[in-house]
Nanobody, 118 residues
Framework: QVQLVESGGGLVQPGGSLRLSCAAS????????MAWYRQAPGKQRELVAT???????DYVDFAKGRFTISRDNAKNTVYLQMNSLKPEDTAVYYC????????????WGQGTQVTVSS
């Protein structure tokens, strides 16, 4: 059974930082492309950042320079370090695991709430 369990969300003031974690089980984690998405109230889910099995990273524009995605294959965990947080970063953040060779092997976590407010 595949499980992706996010943690690390919470309430933070503007300008603050949070580190999200996503622990994976039930998959050969090291070969999966991992990603973070987010969904704000009333909006569609959007991509935040990706990291390949070779640890090549990519970010959408709003995340560049503020967010850092990383992975620890020994711990089957992917991270999202978020700095200089803004109120518009408020959303539920989701972890995604995708096997680039098997279309059906695409998994989601349950999400973790991030609220940026003073």
């Amino acid at each position: 059974q595949v499980q992706l369990v996010e943690s690390g969300g919470g309430l933070v003031q503007p300008g603050g930082s949070l580190r999200l974690s996503c622990a994976a089980s039930g998959i050969p984690f090291s070969i999966y492309k991992m990603a973070w998405y987010r969904q704000a109230p009333g909006k569609q889910r959007e991509l935040v950042a990706t990291i390949t099995r070779f640890s090549t990273t990519d970010y959408v524009d709003f995340a560049k320079g503020r967010f850092t995605i990383s992975r620890d294959n020994a711990k089957n965990t992917v991270y999202l370090q978020m700095n200089s947080l803004k109120p518009e970063d408020t959303a539920v953040y989701y972890c995604n695991a995708k096997n680039q060779f098997i279309a059906a092997a695409n998994y989601w976590g349950q999400g973790t709430q991030v609220t940026v407010s003073s």
